[in-house]
């Protein structure tokens, strides 16, 4: 069985660790929340200018004042603090958040990453993606590993505009886990969702992968 | 004796628009948004406007209202996913957009503000955002520069306001709106509530009144949730 979205999620939040502070893409990304394990200090930042996101507020607490990057309605923990759009990103682009995971359209096997426009179809901006794959330590994409006509989204080179280059640490699919390193060696599968045999992962990929997994 | 406060937005924003005129309009989708000044934006009818906000509203409200009245003629933005007469015309040639990542929009228009003319960032690097701009080595890394942001005219909100302009937004309904404060050639700010002088803490104000050269209590907010989402009551009675 391929992962789940939240299997995926999960299996992405195994790469926090205590103290982080993680910044989480709308969409897909921000179910990593769910699953930061128990006694675990990770200090959530909305780039919208919060630090210390806490869960959605319960039914009739929900201030208009109080959004996160996915304009979601969320709450505040004691810890947080919140900050103007430019200090969000002097914080982003200045290297201090130590983890980023992003929704993708394509990650090409340099480390490239693309998930803001398809020209002439869909064009909704980068945000803040540009800013975040520039300035974060490392970068988690987590995205189905193909589009619903099949295609591989994991290509060899991304024909879709960029996001950044060089920029994708690892990639975690429904079929298992990249290590892309931003291009500087050969794409390495790490890990197989349970079920997913190499051959379906090869079959169903486009760009070139090593692995020492059978 | 000047006065900055003004009773009604129509008013505030009189004498200051023009068309073809560059607008910066503050808020995050719709959280923080001038929400009296973009009505009175729409009502005055003025157009070919350049606006820079780092959405553009939704469909029937905000600067949604203003893209469908027919005024907008270009778009600086990051994000506009949210809005789908947006998108079509922006598909069919009808409205420019200057897509800028959202950190470099928001460092632009604190330049703006600030008297830089320009600044090198990370940020679009072998990107469409890095077509036609000059790029240079700082330590063996390639930067991109990016121009500074100003604006003839920038519209922001904010929480509690003074006569002196002090103002003062609440949790992330700040976003882009004290660089905004700063880099128009004149900002009128709307608050929820004008406070007598001296009653800010004047500790926590964000935007200080030099910036601000009209400001205006608007009569009511409507504060449109874009996306609600909560948790069930019940969790918080187990807890």
Redesign the interface.
Known sequence: MPWTRDDMTARAARELKDGFYVNLGIGIPTLVANHIPPGMQVTLQ?????LGMG??????????????A?????S?LDASS?????E???M??GGHIDLSVLGAMQVAANGDLAN?MVP????????????LV??VKRVIVVMEHCEKSGRSKLVRECTL??????VVDLLVTDLGVFDINRGRGAVRLVELAPGVTLAEVRARTEADFVTDLV | MATKIQSDAASALAGLLFDGMTVMAGGFGLCGIPENLILAIRESGVKDLTVVSNNCGVDGFGLGLLLENGQIRKMISSYVGENELFERLYIEGRLEVEFTPQGTLAERIRAGGAGIPAFYTRTGVGTVVAEGKETREFDGETYLMERALKADLSIVKAWKGDAEGNLIYRKTARNFNPMMATAGRVCVAEVESLVPTGTLDKDMIHTPGVYVHRILQGPAYEKRIERLTTRPRSEKASA
């Open positions: 909305s780039e919208n200018g919060m869960p959605y507020p319960f039914e009739g607490e929900e201030d208009p004042d109080l959004v996160n996915g304009k979601m309605t969320i505040e919140y900050f103007n759009s430019a969000s990103f002097a982003i682009r803001w002439g179809k869909m064009v909704k901006g980068m945000g803040g993606a540009m800013d520039a300035g505009p960029l996001t950044g280059k060089g």
